[in-house]
């Protein structure tokens, strides 16, 4: 009951900074259907391909958002006492972390669901099968979910308002930049390459492209990734202060 509560009160949240929130929904639908293209008209390769090899990446784009989204959710349940309260009422940080996913499911859904509509309308039936969207949805959710967890693990760590954004400003280029999300690794130089080595997202794209990966397999990688991710954060929950000194 009190993992509803909170949830509904994320929700509630969400829907109390829409206009922020429309803007993530917008800026994947932007890059996707202005940027995508565009790129692929430089590579001169047929539009549903790459268009279908851009897709997995947004996916993993969609994803690392949601990481820097629920930093910025703890970080703010820690400061105002959401998160005090919800641990004076009996409620541990499982219950806690299962209603910031489900409101981060809820967003990524939507998010993904529109990138397969234009995926299908701008590079043409040939771009998705019901198989690889379906895939997309269960593959990519749980690359979610365990980035969900790294966000609020860090979130739980945080005690300013200062530190989270110097974190995410510093993190969320390189990290998507310089993973294979829109471009493959074989085209680039050697010191990026390298830099992508050490980046998640360019193993989890490729978990989502199936690129060296069989199906099982790769959605092994994607659950072991949920869980880990997941296990650590409420770890880190469970030891967090329940409210930063920040005035």
């Known amino acids: 009951m009190r993992t509803l509560v909170l949830t509904k009160y994320h929700a509630l949240s969400m829907w109390n900074w ?4 429309l803007g993530r929904l917008i800026e994947p639908i932007a890059y996707f259907a202005f940027l995508a293209p565009g790129v692929a008209g430089l590579s001169g390769g047929p539009l549903d391909e790459y268009m279908a090899f851009v897709l997995s990446g947004m996916a993993c784009l969609l994803a690392f958002r949601a990481a820097t989204n629920t930093l910025s959710d703890v970080a703010n349940d820690r400061k105002w006492g959401v998160f005090a309260i919800h641990h004076m009422q009996g409620g541990g940080p499982v219950g806690y972390l299962v209603s910031i996913m489900a409101v981060s499911a809820a967003l990524f859904t939507a998010q993904l669901s529109i990138l397969l509509l ?11 099968t019901v198989t690889t969207a379906l895939w997309l949805l269960l593959g990519s959710g749980l690359v979610t979910a365990g980035w969900v967890g790294l966000g609020a693990l860090v979130g739980a760590r945080l005690n300013s308002y200062d530190q989270r954004d110097l974190l995410i400003t510093v993190t969320t280029l390189p990290v998507v930049l310089s993973a294979p999300l829109f471009y493959p690794l074989e085209s680039v130089p050697g010191y990026l390459r390298a830099v992508a080595a050490a980046n998640p997202l360019t193993y989890q794209v490729a978990w989502l492209r199936l690129d060296g990966w069989g199906p099982w397999s790769a959605l092994a990688a994607c659950v072991v990734w949920a869980l880990v991710c997941g296990a650590a954060a409420v770890a880190s929950l469970h030891t967090a202060e329940k409210i930063t000194r920040e005035q």
Do not use: C, Q
């Open 18 to 21: 829409r206009v922020m929130y």
């Open 118 to 128: 234009l995926a299908v309308l701008i590079g043409g039936s040939g771009t998705l």
